[in-house]
Nanobody, 125 residues
């Protein structure tokens, strides 16, 4: 499956932004999906994940209550709605997919075989 992330940009603290990740070349509803991010000089970190048979995403503590992940199987697209953005949310955001992710590994980037190219989000203070 190929993933194409989009929607990043420059926003001010407190603003909202929605990222999209469009998938092609695979059966979308077979895949577990996730969002990760990588800030300058830091390692890539987990943001949110949605397992294919579970409609309730899991979130990193740092974004819980502010970010919402949603998948639209009809459009082969997964979204990340980000509210109340903070400067520390500044990062390149990546979407990822894999058919074989289990619950215990869903927050690990090594569990995902397929990655989008990333979209940059900059939050100014």
């Amino acid at each position: 499956v190929q993933l194409q992330a989009s929607g990043g940009g420059l926003v001010q603290a407190g603003d909202s932004l929605t990222l999209s990740c469009a998938a092609s070349g695979g059966t979308f509803n077979r895949y577990n999906l996730a969002w990760f991010r990588q800030a300058p000089g830091k390692e890539r970190e987990f943001v949110a994940a949605s397992r294919r048979y579970n409609s309730n995403p899991n979130y990193a503590e740092s974004v819980k209550g502010r970010f919402t992940m949603a998948r639209d199987n009809a459009k082969n697209t997964v979204y990340l709605r980000m509210n109340g953005l903070k400067p520390e949310d500044t990062a390149v955001y990546f979407c990822a997919a894999d058919a074989g992710v289990i619950l215990s590994t869903m927050a690990k980037d090594s569990a995902y075989a397929y990655w989008g190219q990333g979209t940059l989000v900059i939050v100014s203070s």
